[in-house]
């Protein structure tokens, strides 16, 4: 009486053990895609806006490059970032739920009913192959991403190249300023040295 007593806890005590394992699964890869899609709705929301900032402060009368330019930096740096986190969740998913198709197999095939473990494990396939085509479709937009975010790179270099083009082009302006002051400076010179010779002669 007592061994089956015992026998009873301890299989009881195997399927609480079994069940808190797959649940634990489950909560793990609900919580990766959880934290995946906040993140990926900050970058998004993100990129959006540091491009339509950009693009304004840009289309207005004289823009300030330079201003712009560390703002795009600025927002741009942040974004980077965010793109990193996203990336890092992205992986954590495919672990997590390569992690937890595992456990599902491994549940189906405790199965002891042939019949009934065939149809689960025939379940889990056709759920994988569903998540696979899922997972890959977002990863094939994760790149997509990873295009934007190098060409946002590379429009943060034209726009400081032009920042300092535009600063080069003030000091050719102040150089220019400067050039015509130093041309009345240097024909007051002349007058004056003339004025002198004149004085001398006198």
């Known amino acids: 009486m007592l061994s089956l007593l015992l026998v009873a806890l301890t299989l009881t005590s195997c399927n609480w053990k079994t069940t808190k394992n797959a649940l634990k699964h489950g909560e793990n890869l609900k919580k990766a895609i959880d934290s995946f899609d906040g993140n990926r709705a900050k970058l998004s929301a993100g990129i959006i806006t540091s491009l339509e900032d950009a693009s304004n402060a840009l289309t207005q009368d004289s823009p300030d490059l330079p ?67 899922t997972y890959n479709e977002a990863a094939v937009n994760i790149e997509k991403v990873t295009k934007v975010l190098q060409e946002g790179n590379d429009f943060h270099m034209v726009l400081v190249a032009s920042s300092i083009r535009q600063k080069l082009e003030q000091n050719t302006d102040e150089l220019k300023r400067i050039s015509e002051q130093a041309k009345i400076l240097l024909k007051d010179l002349e007058a004056f040295s003339q004025a002198g010779r004149e004085l001398v002669e006198g």
Do not use: A, M
């Open 67 to 133: 201003k712009v330019s560390k703002d795009f930096e600025k927002e741009w740096t942040s974004i980077q970032n965010r793109y990193g986190k996203l990336k890092n969740d992205f992986n954590k998913v495919g672990t997590t739920s390569e992690d937890y198709f595992n456990k599902l197999d491994e549940l189906s095939n405790n199965i002891t009913n042939e019949e009934l473990r065939r149809q689960e494990l025939g379940k889990n396939k056709e759920l994988r192959v569903r998540w696979e085509q």
